[in-house]
């Protein structure tokens, strides 16, 4: 069901504060920058050995990364796995008796689908279903 990590969400106060260290001191460069209004964030993706780091910025106080950010502050988000079908994975998920954030998949950045698994089945993570 799973191919690949596909991206580790970290959540930012600002893209441009952030870019400083990514880009300036890591040497990654910006594949894609993208507002994504369903999800209330910008996200900015950086390619690191065919992983990305997916720099999620809050666009609005009430969207979820920015209550994680309040919470937690930033920091590492979720973890995001590429799955060839994300309706077969979250039916798998749902037979297994996984509890799931999501059990309809939600629009992502680039047109992908995602759909996030609740931390409590996955021993503290938040695992995010991402279909391209």
Avoid: W
């Avoid at 780091?53 to 937690?72: C, G, Q, W």
């Avoid at 059990?103 to 992502?108: A, F, S, T, V, Y």
């Amino acid at each position: 069901m799973i191919k690949k990590i596909d991206h580790i969400g970290i959540a930012v106060n600002s893209l441009e504060e952030s870019l400083k260290f990514y880009e300036g001191a890591l040497g990654l460069k910006v594949e894609n920058i993208e507002e994504v209004s369903e999800q209330k964030v910008k996200v900015c993706f950086l390619n690191i050995g065919g992983v990305h780091f997916e720099l999620l910025e809050p666009t609005s106080p009430d969207s979820t990364v920015a209550k994680s950010i309040e919470k937690r502050g930033e920091g590492i988000h979720h973890i995001a796995v590429l799955v060839e079908n994300i309706d077969e994975a979250i039916k798998t998920m749902k037979e297994k008796e996984i509890k799931l954030i999501d059990e309809i998949p939600r629009k992502g950045a680039g047109g992908s689908k995602m759909a996030f698994v609740h931390p409590k089945s996955t021993h503290g993570i938040l695992l995010e279903l991402y279909e391209k």
